[in-house]
């Protein structure tokens, strides 16, 4: 079957920095997504992998190992407003979008 | 940009009645949109993928005669929830995926909340 794994839930500190991770097995590889998602919201789009290695983007960045069927999210100096659930998102070969269930980052200040 | 609006937003309707959700793309064409549906604290559960001009794929075990999708155009999909039942009580997510591009992102229109009395 097809199953994508990330933690529940995460507690971090304004300012700090924080990894979430995600693991994947699936039929078929064609990209890996993050996803924002505040409650009551629709998600939005973070960061996307499809190659082995980093993508930075601000104070975003997610990796990518594609042997390890893994990937991180990167967070950096934190904000209260980056509470929220974070979802990991595999598109398998029929380029269907498979999803976590979503890690849910609370910020402490 | 890609925007992708819903509509409505909120709606609360009594046990047994029909409700439409539509779904737009507002500034690119989308010959395929999605629809999701996400209980409280779960993730996305895909309940179909929409083609525009043939029928929609349904996910296994969701009832197509329930949940019934119509894809008319580019740019508009809708959802219409047959006698609704407060098991059908949901935040009801679209998404619309953008063709052009280096890698075909979905982009999610606002969600609908559901509430069936």
């Known amino acids: 079957g097809q199953n994508i794994d990330q933690p529940t839930e995460m507690t971090a500190t304004e300012g700090a920095i924080v990894q979430i991770n995600c693991t994947y097995q699936t039929s078929g590889f064609n990209g890996l997504f993050w996803y924002q998602q505040h409650a009551g919201e629709a998600p939005t789009f973070l960061s996307y992998n499809v190659l082995d290695g980093l993508e930075e983007k601000g104070r975003f960045s997610s990796f990518l190992s594609r042997s390890k069927g893994y990937s991180y999210l990167l967070l950096k100096e934190l904000q209260m407003k980056d509470s929220a659930s974070y979802l990991c998102a595999v598109r398998d070969s029929n380029y269907q979008l498979i999803w976590g269930a979503g890690t849910k980052l609370i910020i402490k200040p | 940009g890609a925007v992708v609006s819903q509509h409505p937003s909120r709606v609360i309707c009594k046990s047994g009645t029909s409700v439409k959700i539509e779904c737009r793309s507002l500034?690119?064409?989308?010959?395929?949109m999605f629809w999701y549906r996400q209980f409280p604290k779960k993730s996305l559960m895909l309940m179909a993928t929409?083609?525009?001009?043939?029928?929609?794929?349904?996910e296994q075990g969701v009832e197509k005669d329930k949940f019934l999708i119509n894809h008319a155009s580019l740019t508009l999909s809708t959802l219409t929830v047959t006698s609704a039942h407060p098991e059908d009580n949901s935040f009801y997510i679209c998404?619309?995926?953008?063709?052009?591009?280096?890698?075909?992102?979905?982009?999610f229109g606002p969600g609908t909340r559901l509430t069936v009395l």
């Open positions: 500034d690119f064409q989308a010959t395929t």
């Open positions: 929409s083609n525009e001009g043939s029928k929609a794929t349904y």
């Open positions: 998404s619309a995926r953008k063709t052009s591009g280096d890698y075909n992102e979905q982009f």
